[in-house]
Every structure is written in C-alpha cells, then in structure tokens.
C-alpha cells in the first residue's frame, strides 16, 4: 500500500538556523498537505500542494512538491522558539484516495 | 463557529469495556475522519465519512464502528476496547472543492480525545 516516509525524526536548532523537513512517497501522489502540531495540540493545516514542481510561500515557511509529484519539503528560515513542534505531511494518493500522514519530524529550538 | 469539537478530553476503560467518542462540527463539511495518533507513529485514518450514510474504512479500523447519521456527528465507537486502543484520537472534518480538474481542501482536527485502556 501506499507510505509516506519522513525524515528527519527529530531536529534539534539553534534560534536563527535555518530547518527542512522532507517527505516521500512510494507512490505518485494528487495532493499533498503539511500540518504543525504543538505539544500537547492538535494538528493545525498549514497548506496544501497539487502541482508537479509547485513551490508556495508563508512568511518564512517555503514549501515545495516534486515534479515527480511523490516528494515535497518544508523549509523555515531563521528559525524562532514559536516554530517548535512536530510538523507532518500528508498525502492522497488519488482524488478519492486516502490521507496517509507521515510520522513527523519534531523540531525543538533553542533560544 | 466552534469548528470541530471532541467530547469526552480524556477517558480511562477496562478491558472489555465498550463506549463512544463524540465528535460534531458545525461548517456543514461533507468529509469527516477519524485518527489515531501513537508515539513516533503519526495519525492513521480509522474510518472516514463522505456525507451522511456513507462510511467507509480507513487504514486501521478493526475494533472501531462508525456511523454518520447527519452531516454534523460522527461518533467513534470502540466494541470492545483493548490495551492496544490506548491512544489519542482526532476527528477531522473538510471540505473538497474541485477547481480546475484539482480538488482543494483544508482538513480541521478537533482538540482530541485522550483514551487510556488498563
């Protein structure tokens, strides 16, 4: 079945660096969507992605989905201590198709 | 808008119990999904709902019964529950809206209910 692979597990900063969080899937995907939760949260969606090679932008997140469409990243610039929390990728693997999420990636960043 | 709510927040069973996870939301969202979330596992899909009357499976829904009675409820029950369900679950709620050939949506979770099994 289809799987969604993230990496990196944990990443731990220093304020100010920069973070990217990577995710594959083993199929093509039709979308792909990135959410953040805070510790002790729940999920909140940060954006969706349906674009071979679609690149958008919030502030300083920039998100990218592969022209392949089975990859995309999410990368923060200039980290800073709001940013932390565990930042996931889901993706469909047709329109109908389920949301498969993957594990994560825990970003902690220190001050 | 309350969005998506979850009742109850926390909840202790015994094996063998049986009971419900309440979820409702108020955007009139066709779609409505229901996760589990274990350490280091990230959420996977239990069951998910289309529009009132349809239900259909997701990755991991044995043990788990759905029904979707209205557009607004989708309750979660656990026939009998097992250590294995001690977990946080989420209920989701979104809308698909198809816009030049691709369909769009944003997903809400609910703030989740947290289930312990002794």
């Known amino acids: 079945g289809q799987q969604v692979m993230q990496i990196p597990q944990y990443q731990h900063v220093q304020e100010g660096e920069d973070f990217t969080t990577y995710c594959n899937s083993s199929t093509t995907l039709s979308n792909i969507q990135w959410y953040k939760q805070r510790p002790g949260g729940h999920p909140v969606f940060l954006i969706q992605?349906?674009?071979?090679?679609e690149v958008k932008k919030q502030k300083r997140l920039t998100f990218q989905f592969g022209e392949a469409k089975k990859n995309s990243s999410l990368h923060i610039t200039a980290t800073q201590t709001t940013d932390v929390g565990t930042y996931f990728c889901?993706?469909?693997?047709?329109?109908?198709?389920?949301?498969?999420f993957g594990k994560g990636t825990k970003l902690s960043v220190k001050p | 808008n309350a969005g998506v709510t979850q009742t109850p927040k926390f909840q202790v069973l015994k094996t063998g119990q049986s009971m419900t996870l309440q979820c409702a939301q108020d955007m009139n969202h066709e779609y409505m999904s229901w996760y589990r979330q274990d350490p280091g596992m990230g959420l996977r899909l239990i069951h998910y709902?289309?529009?009132?009357?349809?239900?259909d499976q997701g990755e991991v829904p044995n043990g788990y019964n759905v029904s979707r009675s209205t557009t607004e409820d989708f309750p979660l029950r656990l026939l009998s529950a097992a250590p294995s369900q001690t977990s946080v679950y989420f209920c989701a709620s979104s809308r698909r809206l198809l816009r030049t050939s691709v369909y769009q949506e944003t997903q809400y979770f609910g703030p989740g209910t947290r289930l312990l099994v002794l």
């Open positions: 889901a993706g469909r693997g047709g329109s109908q198709g389920n949301l498969i």
């Open positions: 992605l349906v674009k071979s090679g």
């Open positions: 709902s289309v529009g009132a009357g349809i239900t």
